[in-house]
């Protein structure tokens, strides 16, 4: 339970933790032999499960995934920090959701309407991939491989 945070219900994480003895200790060593050192079997996890399901699109799902975990929850919010019109989000949620189920929108009790409907990715280990250091390494590696500042 202590690592469902992190993990969810995946069990390749939770055999890689196992093979590692890692289960029976702090989560937080666990997050740091597993995701946080430069040779982490899972430090690449989050971009490589985007990559192979998304192929060119990637990024589009990236940036919209990111914007989510970071707490931007509403169409408005998102647009403003990914750049894509509000117009168009709604097609690429609705991928997000209904094909990949990467994404959940939330209606609170009582919401008939939907209009303070608020997303949230459904799975624990990429939220916290998309929110954590792993994220900005590959941001900064994203920015070195265009020509642009670190």
Do not use: N
């Not at 003895?21 to 899972?42: F, K, S, V, W, Y």
């Not at 707490?71 to 509000?86: F, K, N, Y």
Request: hydrophobic share 40%; glycine share 8%.
């Amino acid at each position: 339970m202590r690592h469902w945070t992190v993990f969810g219900g995946c069990p390749k994480y939770y055999s890689l933790a196992s093979d590692a003895d890692l289960l029976g200790q702090d989560p937080l060593t666990a997050i740091e032999a597993l995701i946080l050192r430069p040779d982490a079997l899972l430090r690449d996890e989050g971009r490589s499960l985007l990559i192979e399901e998304f192929a060119r699109e990637h990024t589009t799902a990236f940036s919209i995934l990111r914007a989510i975990a970071a707490g931007r929850v509403q169409l408005q919010e998102m647009s403003d920090a990914t750049g894509i019109p509000a117009t168009a989000l709604p097609k690429d949620l609705r991928r997000l959701q209904d094909e990949f189920q990467l994404v959940e929108r939330q209606l609170p009790l009582g919401d008939a309407g939907g209009r303070l409907g608020r997303y949230a990715v459904r799975d624990p280990f990429l939220t916290f991939w998309l929110t954590g250091l792993c994220c900005t390494a590959f941001a900064r590696r994203r920015r070195r491989s265009r020509g642009l500042a670190p």
